[in-house]
DNA sequence: CTGGATCCTTTTCGATACTG
DNA sequence: CAGTATCGAAAAGGATCCAG
């Protein structure tokens, strides 16, 4: 039963945004440590910059992949906690983190040999 | 058993490499239709331009990804395989794909409602 | 047919400064 | 604390032309 070609690109720009590089680094936080706030987010991950992980964390919301809940106090606190939906995509990414573990020295060893022949 | 810092930052950028838009297609459609053309590949993904493409193989064969095999005739003639290496890689992705072929509606629903609330 | 090279536009991203 | 706003650098991407 093929799949009809609307529904390919669809489920293929679900995959492009939720295959994003920090979403990817987000969800994992949120789904190893549990609910967080801002500032521990961009603590767990000093790589990424405070606006990046404001666009991001927003695009989850608006994707349904966390639930954002603030609390009206002063100074300002916001919990993020991923969604049922947002616990699946992480378990479903569960597969290519391992897979990735297994096999980063392989893709650098690739990388090495394919630059080698490049420099002859 | 705590993974080390550095090991995380590999793993992370493999999965930045990997989870690419281009990538993801590219690796699909070659797991569902084997060896492949440039041109049939160009074909499969109209949305892709030749530059992307070729940009897109050349990473994927630098990564031990693909295997790129060229017949020295005229007009040339390139073919593209997945390696074992892909192939792993294109079973642990398998799981998102399925994972964003169920939830792609909740996804949109998701976000009709949060743009929703936004117009207020 | 399979690209490389070039030019140009668009998008992404980081750094910085500022606010409730 | 948790952002928004803005600016400029950098990267991604498209279009076109050319070559082996």
Not at 86 to 109: P, Q, Y
């Amino acid at each position: 039963m093929a799949q009809s070609k609307e529904i390919d690109v669809l489920v293929e720009e679900i995959i492009a945004r939720v295959a994003d590089r920090w979403t990817m680094v987000v969800l994992e936080a949120l789904e190893e440590r549990g609910t967080m706030r801002f500032t521990e987010l961009s603590h767990e991950i000093p790589e990424i910059s405070q606006k990046m992980l404001t666009k991001t964390v927003r695009q989850m919301e608006r994707d349904g992949l966390v639930k954002r809940k603030v609390y009206a106090v002063i100074p300002p606190k916001v919990e993020y906690t991923l969604t049922d939906l947002g616990r699946g995509l992480s378990e479903a990414f569960c597969g290519v983190w391992i897979w990735a573990e297994k096999n980063h020295a392989r893709i650098h060893e690739a990388r090495k040999k394919f630059d080698a022949k490049g420099e002859r």
